[in-house]
């Protein structure tokens, strides 16, 4: 089985460009102001227009409300809604609900125990992704895109009756490895194709998904 790849943090239309034209599975736009890749509606109306029909289109959202849900997604077509914050089950649930849209949930993970808070969303959710959990020292620490790993092996022969992803300081250098540990179906970079926060580098995007393809 083949891994594909998610380009996240996508916030103008040239690394978009490049994510498509390297075959992406999926492109991110992030909804969250306190993040350096964050879009406005209308930036994120614009480049989802540039994904329809290329990529499934991902909105990544942390704790939202409904009103903002409903701005967001009365301006901007999306595919799948990406809940990067403390969602519990029942919010989880809710939002599904009420949407009508795909959502994956995202576990923070340091440790054994923060995989096996996947098994809480089977039942509510269409994707997990697993994400480095934000390391303590870090300050200002983003939930995801602070270009950090976690220990791959935690996931090394796991099975979900959902897909998922793999996030966390992932870069064309380290993916394939990653791929290999892991088995993952879907692999997911940030901050791992960017000169700096905020601005990504087509470049590195193209490396990361021929490396992606290669493994």
């Given at each position: 089985m ?5 380009i996240?943090?996508?916030n103008d239309?040239?690394?978009m460009a ?6 992406a599975?999926?492109?991110g ?6 993040s350096?890749?964050a ?11 540039l994904?329809?029909g290329?990529?499934?289109r991902?909105g990544?959202?942390?704790g939202p ?12 077509s ?12 029942e919010?989880?649930a ?7 849209l ?12 923060d995989v ?5 969303y089977?039942?509510v959710t269409?994707w997990?992704?697993?994400d480095?959990k ?6 200002n620490?983003?939930?995801g895109?602070?270009?950090?790993s ?9 099975s979900?009756p ?8 992932l870069?064309?250098?380290n ?6 540990v892991t088995g ?10 960017e ?9 590195k995007?193209k490396a990361f ?7």
């Amino acid at each position: 089985m083949s891994t594909s790849a998610k380009i996240c943090g996508i916030n103008d239309p040239t690394a978009m460009a490049a994510a498509i034209d390297g075959g992406a599975s999926h492109v991110g736009l992030v909804f969250y102001d306190k993040s350096p890749r964050a879009v406005t509606v209308e930036q994120a109306s614009e480049l989802s227009v540039l994904a329809q029909g290329n990529a499934i289109r991902v909105g990544l959202f942390v704790g939202p409300n409904d009103a903002f849900l409903e701005t967001i997604l009365g301006a901007v077509s999306l595919d799948l809604l990406q809940l990067h914050g403390t969602e519990t089950p029942e919010r989880t649930a809710e939002i599904r609900a009420r949407f009508g849209l795909q959502v994956m949930k995202v576990l923070s993970v340091a440790e054994q125990a923060d995989v096996e808070k996947a098994n809480a969303y089977l039942d509510v959710t269409d994707w997990l992704m697993f994400d480095a959990k934000p390391p303590k020292s870090l300050k200002n620490a983003l939930p995801g895109g602070n270009a950090v790993s976690f220990d791959w092996s935690l996931l090394a022969g796991q099975s979900w009756p959902k897909p998922w992803m793999l996030a966390g300081g992932l870069t064309a250098d380290n993916v394939s490895e990653a791929i290999r540990v892991t088995g993952a179906p879907v692999v997911d970079t940030s901050s791992g194709v960017e000169d700096r926060p905020g601005h990504k580098n087509p470049v590195k995007i193209k490396a990361f998904l021929e490396a992606v393809a290669k493994a």
